[in-house]
């Protein structure tokens, strides 16, 4: 008997349907490897139809559920000695990560197959905010495509590599060696390869180079790529949506990728312990979006402090971001413009959606409408903004992930700012308290208002009892000051001096 053996056709779509239940990906999912204490190239073999060793081939199978593994092997020998070999694409994926799982998204892999495929889209993005899922549905569709080009290459962007440090790494994908001392000659020398070979260029990450000073330069690679002739494809995910591309052409397409439908999440929230039966799931889902990062975060505290009440967790009112997701969008807060986090600010005080002129009559100081539109587009650019369609108009808000780190910002840096009034005896340190009125419109409990008793409570632990003297002098410096210098200060002063939380 042979020690060694392939799958046939019937049998990887039994292991496919079988991974499928599991929520594995084909090839980068390293429990599945790891289970059948062997590699991801061995991995890739397999399901390209390769010989491998009988007992890896078995454990392949085992590792999925598969007990009959006569059931996956093409056993006839002389099937085996007639069978036509395909060809093995070229693959550089040394800086893909490994996958723990990923459930649904068919309908997101067959538009993006399609695109790159077969309408041979020269540029495809991925784009969402943090947590969505665009790396882990980039990993699904190369499992998915990769035999239609005869060359792969993954790069990651997260440790923002120069530009040419990037072109060397991608020219040595190609052929060893090389070393360009230019942008301009190392892109020339890439699309070279790009017209030699049909190659998916993967770059994962993008946004981690945006508000670098490597941000223009990729600008411009990124549309040479697209616009130059050449047989390749280039995907991109990243949070942000590049600048200056015209979208939904012939030649680039963009995925705005949403959270997982209830289904999809049901299945993923089942993986992790739950029955899927839970009062509150729906709920739970609906609160996150659907993100599946956060969904993985707050599932363990579920388990360990509510004993998987799902219902219990959402009766506290509270949501939990995890500390790496609250830094990424911290990160991308302090990146936006004054006029965009301003935006941001008023839609976390207000916590439901806002028309655009609604939010530009709020605005203290009168900016060209031209420029808060400029400033949605690049929120919703950005992936920070939830439109909302109703039958008078377009209005906006925030994702509850994004509401709650933006919330959080504000309330820290309204302190902040106070404890500099008090200290200097100057208004001019005010910003938030003098542009933005922190009193959600409509509400008649003062001392219930999420943002105001979060600030007071603050402010009560920084100076206890002396806190009514901090109101009152900052009201006096008040004094004689125009309309303008004052804005919104008194108003939100004189509305915290009277919460009583005590």
């Known amino acids: 008997m042979s020690n060694s053996l392939k799958a046939s056709t019937a049998g990887l779509a039994i292991v496919d349907k079988s991974r499928q239940r599991l929520g594995w990906t084909k090839t980068s999912t390293a429990r599945w490897w790891q ?3 062997t590699s991801r190239a061995t991995l890739r073999r397999f399901w390209q139809g390769d010989r491998i060793q009988r007992e890896i081939f078995i454990a392949i199978c085992q590792a999925v559920g598969i007990g ?20 093995t694409p070229y693959l550089d994926c ?49 499992d998915r495509i990769q ?50 070979h049909h190659c998916l260029l993967i770059l994962d990450g993008l946004e981690a180079i945006f508000s670098q000073p490597e941000d223009l330069s990729y600008g411009q690679f990124i549309q040479q790529l697209s616009r130059e ?21 012939k030649i680039y397409h963009c995925l705005n990728l949403k959270g997982l439908p209830k289904t999809e999440a049901v299945e993923l929230l089942q993986s992790r312990g739950f029955t899927g039966k839970e009062l509150g799931l729906s709920v739970l889902i609906q609160l996150y979006r659907g993100n599946p990062l956060v969904l993985k975060l707050v599932t363990p505290l579920i388990q360990s402090v509510f004993g998987g009440n799902v219902a219990a967790f959402l009766s506290q009112h509270t949501l939990i971001v995890g500390d790496r997701l609250r830094v990424i969008l911290k990160q991308q807060f302090e990146q936006l413009s004054g006029l965009e986090q301003d935006i941001l600010y008023w839609l976390a005080i207000w916590q439901e959606p806002v028309s655009f002129s609604r939010l530009q009559t709020h605005l203290l100081i009168s900016v060209d409408p031209a420029m808060v539109l400029e400033g949605i587009v690049a929120l919703e650019r950005r992936s920070l903004l939830e439109k909302w369609v109703s039958d008078y108009e377009l209005s906006f808000t925030l994702q509850p992930l994004v509401m709650k780190v933006v919330t959080d910002e504000l309330i820290e840096h309204t302190v902040q700012e106070i404890d500099r009034v008090v ?56 004094k004689s000051q125009s309309p303008l210098a004052m804005g919104y200060i008194g108003s939100n002063v004189a509305i915290l001096s009277g919460i009583d939380l005590l």
């Open 35 to 37: 289970d059948a204490h």
């Open 147 to 196: 035999l239609k080009f005869d060359c792969l290459i993954w790069k990651s962007l997260q440790t923002s590599p120069s530009l040419i440090s990037l072109l060397n790494s991608l020219l040595n994908s190609f052929e060893q060696g090389v070393v360009v001392q230019n942008i301009q000659q190392g892109t020339a020398q890439l699309i070279q390869q790009l017209q030699k």
């Open 94 to 142: 040394n800086e893909a990560p490994d996958l723990e799982s990923f459930y649904g998204r068919n309908q997101e892999l067959a538009q993006l197959e399609e695109w790159l495929t077969s309408q041979n889209c020269k540029l495809v993005t991925i784009n969402g905010i943090a947590g969505i899922g665009k790396t882990a549905l980039a990993l699904a569709l190369v």
């Open 229 to 249: 002739r050449h047989q390749s494809c280039i995907l991109i995910s990243s949070r942000e949506q590049p600048n200056n591309i015209e979208t939904n052409t």
């Open 68 to 87: 009959n593994w006569e059931a996956i092997a093409e056993l006839s020998n002389a099937d085996l000695e007639s069978t036509v070999v395909i060809p």
């Open 423 to 478: 200290q200097s005896h100057d208004i001019r340190h005010f910003q938030i308290l003098r542009t933005h009125w922190l009193l959600r419109p409509g509400t008649d409990d003062i001392a219930g208002d999420r943002i105001l008793t979060q600030l007071w409570k603050k402010l009560w632990h920084l100076y206890g009892a002396t806190l009514p003297q901090i109101f009152n002098q900052i009201l006096l410096l008040l």
